[in-house]
């Protein structure tokens, strides 16, 4: 274990590099979910549209960096970069524990970046119930970052499955979620397919916790989800780093 864990700090380091380097990465990744946050926060009814609007952009910038940073290693297999990888000391798994857990960080430099931008318009910090919040984003984003890795693996030889895959996903999961409206008031079939949605729950608990609350059902139930998101997309990343070649 202490082996792999330092393996998995190995491929951390290598992979946040490039971040630190190029920063302007992750403000340029911010301009679409702040189109969002300036087009749609102004078309809520009431003065509390940014408390409700803000902790959803911030889940909404998690799942575009992270399901798109497969890309990275779809780049690298093509260059022959993964391949010289794959024949190092250095544990599979850890290959893929240590790019996941590297989403953890330009997660949050884009939320701290969003609430700052949100604040001088009359966003509302509760410090407790955000870092509670970005807590469990992170392991959601962790989880979302291993599945986009994994799709980049299953699509290696076919660029275009892997864009076509996660575009295909990525609004439907955006809407059902109610990142941009309610969906309380939507017909029942919507209010369903909503509730089969893991990243409802996600969104849900980081309004109530951006909001100051702490304990609660919805907090629960966020953390369920973001833990059983993460713990899934790092077994199934894990078993496909293993079995890459």
Same mark, same amino acid.
């Given at each position: 274990?202490?082996?792999?864990?330092?393996?998995?700090?190995?491929? +951390?380091?290598?992979? /946040?590099?490039?971040? /630190?380097?190029?920063?302007? &990465?992750? @403000?340029?990744?911010?301009?679409?979910?702040?189109? +969002?946050?300036? *087009?749609?926060?102004?078309?809520?009814?009431?003065?509390? &549209?940014?408390?409700?609007?803000?902790?959803?952009?911030?889940?909404?910038?998690? $799942?575009?960096?992270?399901?798109?940073?497969?890309?990275?290693?779809?780049?690298?297999?093509?260059?022959?970069?993964?391949?010289?990888?794959?024949?190092?000391?250095?544990?599979?798994?850890?290959?893929?524990? !240590?790019?996941?857990?590297?989403? @953890?960080?330009?997660? *949050?430099?884009? #939320?701290?970046?969003?609430? %700052?931008?949100?604040?001088? =318009?009359?966003?509302?910090?509760?410090?407790?119930? #955000?870092?509670?919040?970005? $807590?469990?984003?992170?392991?959601?984003?962790?989880?979302?970052?291993?599945?986009?890795?994994?799709?980049?693996?299953? &699509?290696?030889?076919?660029?275009?499955?892997?864009?076509?895959?996660?575009?295909? $996903?990525?609004?439907?999961? *955006?809407?059902?979620? !109610?990142? *941009?409206?309610?969906?309380?008031?939507?017909?029942?079939?919507?209010?369903?397919?909503?509730?089969?949605?893991?990243?409802?729950?996600?969104?849900?608990?980081?309004?109530?916790? =951006?909001?100051?609350?702490?304990?609660?059902?919805?907090?629960?139930?966020?953390?369920?989800?973001?833990?059983?998101?993460?713990?899934?997309?790092?077994?199934? !990343?894990?078993? %496909?780093?293993?079995?890459?070649?």
């Amino acid at each position: 274990m202490s082996n792999l864990a330092t393996d998995t700090a190995v491929v +951390f380091s290598r992979e /946040l590099r490039p971040v /630190l380097r190029s920063p302007f &990465s992750i @403000i340029f990744s911010m301009v679409q979910p702040l189109f +969002f946050l300036a *087009l749609f926060a102004p078309l809520l009814p009431d003065d509390q &549209s940014l408390q409700w609007f803000v902790p959803g952009i911030i889940v909404m910038s998690c $799942l575009f960096g992270s399901s798109m940073t497969g890309s990275n290693l779809l780049y690298e297999i093509q260059t022959g970069s993964h391949e010289r990888m794959l024949v190092t000391p250095l544990r599979r798994p850890a290959l893929l524990l !240590g790019r996941a857990l590297k989403e @953890i960080v330009p997660m *949050l430099a884009q #939320a701290a970046l969003i609430v %700052a931008v949100c604040i001088p =318009f009359g966003f509302r910090l509760h410090l407790a119930g #955000a870092l509670l919040g970005l $807590l469990i984003l992170a392991g959601f984003c962790v989880g979302l970052g291993a599945l986009s890795y994994t799709l980049a693996l299953a &699509s290696k030889n076919q660029e275009w499955l892997f864009w076509t895959v996660q575009q295909t $996903l990525l609004f439907p999961l *955006l809407l059902l979620a !109610g990142v *941009l409206l309610p969906i309380e008031n939507g017909p029942a079939w919507l209010r369903s397919l909503s509730k089969i949605n893991p990243m409802t729950y996600v969104v849900d608990a980081e309004r109530a916790l =951006f909001d100051g609350d702490v304990w609660s059902r919805t907090t629960a139930y966020g953390l369920l989800a973001a833990a059983g998101m993460g713990l899934f997309g790092l077994l199934v !990343g894990v078993r %496909a780093m293993q079995r890459s070649d």
